[in-house]
C-alpha cells in the first residue's frame, strides 16, 4: 500500500502529470495546424466549386 503523502509518490504523479500536460499541448498544435491545413484545402476547393459552377450560382441568385 503507497502511502499518497509519500515524496516519491508526489515526485512521480507531478512528473507523469507534466508529461501528459506536454503531450495534451503538442496534440493541441497538431490539432491547431491540421485544421489551418483542412481550412486552407477548404478554402481551396469553395474557390475552385465557385470557378466552376459561376453560371449556377448566377442563375441561383436571379431567381
Known amino acids: 500500500h503507497l502511502d499518497t503523502?509519500?515524496?516519491s509518490t508526489r515526485l512521480l504523479s507531478t512528473s507523469a502529470t507534466q508529461d501528459i500536460r506536454q503531450l495534451l499541448s503538442m496534440a493541441c498544435?497538431?490539432?491547431?495546424?491540421?485544421?489551418?491545413?483542412?481550412?486552407e484545402v477548404?478554402?481551396?476547393?469553395q474557390?475552385?466549386?465557385?470557378?466552376?459552377?459561376?453560371?449556377?450560382?448566377?442563375?441561383l441568385n436571379f431567381e
Do not use: F
Open 5 to 7: 503523502a509519500s515524496p
Open 29 to 39: 498544435h497538431e490539432l491547431v495546424e491540421w485544421l489551418r491545413v483542412v481550412h
Open 42 to 45: 477548404r478554402t481551396i476547393i
Open 47 to 59: 474557390g475552385q466549386k465557385e470557378l466552376i459552377h459561376i453560371p449556377d450560382l448566377r442563375l
